[in-house]
């Protein structure tokens, strides 16, 4: 009997492509076979350019309910708004494809509506060609005259496109900072132009 089920378990191992556990039947050590389930999500940016007030289709201030059927097959994470720079006890939806962060979506406080688009992947790109990790570099091609400002509150620097509503995040630090700031809330010239943006938030 026990040879038997030795040889069953070999060749349903031999013919699966999947997970195995090892577990103890009967005083004789076995496989357990997990087939998995392999299912290719596929997400495509092209349909998720940033732009003013949305991200693809999705936009300021419809539910993150009606958002959330567009994103099939993402996985979903929650986080604190706090870490990306906002107060006030509210949460963030977090969006990722596999292991990577694509984007948030941060409601306001005690609701279903969109506050907030959290743009975190270097693949989203702006109607102007820009990403969530372009450089200082890469703004002042499209911003000339582009100054950054220190967030007081949470820390590091940002740039504000205040056409297109959008925030370009820097998490930097007194070591790293991109710009000079002998007096508090002033606006600054860049001085480090190699600093990668973090991400864009979207209003």
């Excluded at 998720?48 to 201030?61: D, S, V």
């Excluded at 419809?62 to 958002?67: D, H």
Aim: net charge negative; charged share 20%; with cysteine.
């Amino acid at each position: 009997m026990k040879n038997m089920l030795i040889f069953l378990v070999g060749l349903l191992l031999f013919g699966c492509n999947s997970t195995t556990k090892t577990e103890n039947y009967e005083g004789v050590t076995v496989s357990k076979i997990e087939k998995e389930s392999e299912q290719s999500v596929y997400f495509n940016f092209h349909n998720f350019i940033i732009r003013k007030g949305q991200l693809g289709e999705i936009k300021i201030g419809m539910t993150i309910t009606e958002a959330e059927k567009q994103l099939t097959g993402l996985k979903k994470k929650t986080d604190q708004a706090t870490n990306f720079g906002f107060g006030g006890g509210s949460s963030a939806n977090l969006y990722y494809l596999g292991d990577e962060l694509l984007f948030g979506l941060i409601p306001r406080l005690g609701t279903d509506t969109l506050l907030l688009i959290i743009a975190a992947n270097k693949n989203l790109l702006t109607t102007n060609g820009l990403n969530p990790n372009s450089t200082v570099e890469d703004l002042l091609e499209k911003y000339p005259d582009l100054t950054v400002n220190q967030d007081l509150m949470s820390g590091g620097e940002f740039y504000q496109d205040t056409t297109n509503n959008w925030d370009f995040v820097f998490k930097t630090n007194e070591h790293t900072e991109i710009g000079d700031y002998p007096e508090l809330e002033e606006p600054s010239r860049p001085k480090q132009l190699t600093t990668h943006a973090d991400w864009i938030v979207i209003r």
